[in-house]
Every structure is written in structure tokens, then in C-alpha cells.
């Protein structure tokens, strides 16, 4: 099993997660042609692409979606919610309906060999989700754009093999940054964005021995830079309350505009 993010950022995010014969992205937030790209460095072509999962309706995680869908035909699972969003939004142009899957959160789905568990998360979208993913006992996770995190998403994330998670914004920088005061509340509002913080507090709540790899995504250009993510979650883990030191686990930050590293589940 794979976990790898082809992009992730405030500005456009597409994450890519597999199996030997199962292909999938969640999100298509950045170009036809760097989404592609993207693929083919992992050594696949898009019509190895088995199916899109697509977490909510904003333009950082559909605005390539139209092309690839257009072009290639891969089947688009979201919940009803987002699915009808996506199909009011003009910028993407038109998709053949036929290709829409719809998903429920707390209900499996399954794509020739993988599991997918559509989870809610508190984001100000139509109706939002993560994905967890299995292939046999192995598990990973996608769990961006969450303002808040719940005993729910707790329970959600417990035994996997590696996640990628949202470490947004460092508070301060937000707060004497350039957004408008509109805008900074939304970010740190119940359905906004994780902090470093609170992703870190998050991240202990879920960590055990066997967890392989984390990898902190959605970085906000403006109120964020991927050192004070790594240095702040690692903080958090080693501050807070379980056995463990920051150190401990292979933590990384997923680039903005290029291919991370990939992360195998044997």
C-alpha cells in the first residue's frame, strides 16, 4: 500500500494513495497537466487511475477535476452534498453525471482491492469529508481541512499505518498576517483550518508503535512555513500526554508544488 502527496497547500492539493493494482487521488485541486505530471512520476499513467475521491467542493481541491474527468472518464466519488456543489461550479465546466459516485460518511465503499471510509470532518464546505483507506489490515489517511477536531475523528484515525494531516497556519502568523479580519476568523473558526497546534494535539491522540509515517499537508502560503509545522507538531507530540518524544516517529511535510516522497506500507 502507497500514500503519496502529488500536491498539497492552501493553494492546490491532490493526493495520491494505492495498491499494487489500485490506483487512487483524493482531490484534484491543481492543473490537468501537473496532476499528470504528478502520476506519471510515480510511474503510473492517468488511465491507471481507478477512481477521484474528492473531500469537499472548494476550488483548491476540484479545480482540475473537470479536465481529468473530461478527458479520462474516472469515476468521481463524493458525498451527495459535494456532488451537487461540484455541479454548480462554472470554472470546472461540465462533467458527464454518469461518472459521479455518490459516498457516505461511516459507510464503506470498496475499489477492487481497497476499503475507503468516508469520515465527517467541521469544515465550511456543503458537506465534507476525510477518506480512510484499508488494503487487508493495513490503513492510512487523508484528514484535511478540519476546524475542529472531535472524539469522533479521534476514533476514526486510531490504528493506521500513516496519515496525512492538516497543520494549516501558525496562530500568530495569521493573526498579524495580510488576510482581512473576516477571513482570519473563518480560518480559526470551528469549520476553518487546523492550526500546528491543534494538528499536533490531534496527532497524539492517534499515535502508537506501529504508526510508520506522517505526513503534515495543507500548509497555508501565507501563515505557515513547513519548519514551524514540523518543529511545532513534533513539540506538541513530545509536550503532550502519551509515551512518546516528536522524534520517535518519521514525520515529514508534503511540498506545495512537488511530488513528496513516497510512503510504503509492506
Aim: net charge negative; charged share 25%; aromatic share 6%.
Amino acid at each position: 500500500m502507497r500514500l503519496c502527496s502529488i500536491a498539497s497547500g492552501s493553494s492546490g492539493n491532490c493526493i495520491y494513495v494505492g495498491s499494487d493494482t489500485t490506483h487512487l487521488l483524493v482531490d484534484v485541486g491543481i492543473s490537468g497537466k501537473r496532476t499528470e505530471a504528478g502520476v506519471n512520476s510515480l510511474g503510473l499513467s492517468m488511465k491507471d487511475i481507478d477512481g477521484i475521491f474528492i473531500t469537499h467542493e472548494h476550488a483548491d481541491h476540484i479545480s482540475g477535476l473537470g479536465v481529468i474527468a473530461r478527458k479520462y472518464q474516472i469515476p468521481i466519488y463524493a458525498t451527495k452534498g459535494t456532488i451537487e456543489s461540484i455541479k454548480k461550479c462554472t470554472t470546472i465546466g461540465k462533467i458527464d453525471e454518469d461518472l459521479f459516485i455518490p459516498v457516505k460518511a461511516d459507510e464503506k465503499c470498496i475499489v477492487k482491492d481497497l476499503g475507503v471510509n468516508p469520515m465527517r470532518i467541521s469544515h465550511d464546505a456543503a458537506e465534507p469529508v476525510a477518506y480512510r483507506f484499508n488494503y487487508g489490515k493495513h490503513k492510512v489517511a487523508v484528514c484535511t481541512d478540519l476546524g475542529v477536531y472531535t472524539d469522533y475523528t479521534v476514533e476514526c484515525l486510531q490504528g493506521l499505518d500513516a496519515v496525512l494531516l492538516e497543520a494549516n497556519h501558525d496562530v500568530k502568523m495569521l493573526q498579524v498576517g495580510p488576510y482581512p479580519y473576516y477571513l482570519k476568523q473563518r480560518i480559526l473558526g470551528d469549520r476553518g483550518h487546523l492550526s500546528n497546534e491543534n494538528s499536533g494535539r490531534l496527532l497524539s491522540s492517534i499515535l502508537h508503535d506501529d504508526l510508520k509515517a506522517v505526513i503534515l499537508g495543507h500548509l497555508s502560503k501565507e501563515n505557515n512555513i513547513p519548519e514551524l509545522a514540523y518543529e511545532a507538531v513534533r513539540m506538541e507530540v513530545t509536550m503532550g500526554d502519551n509515551p512518546y518524544r516528536g522524534e520517535d516517529f518519521n514525520i515529514s511535510v508534503a511540498k506545495r508544488s512537488e511530488v513528496s516522497p513516497v510512503v510504503e506500507i509492506a
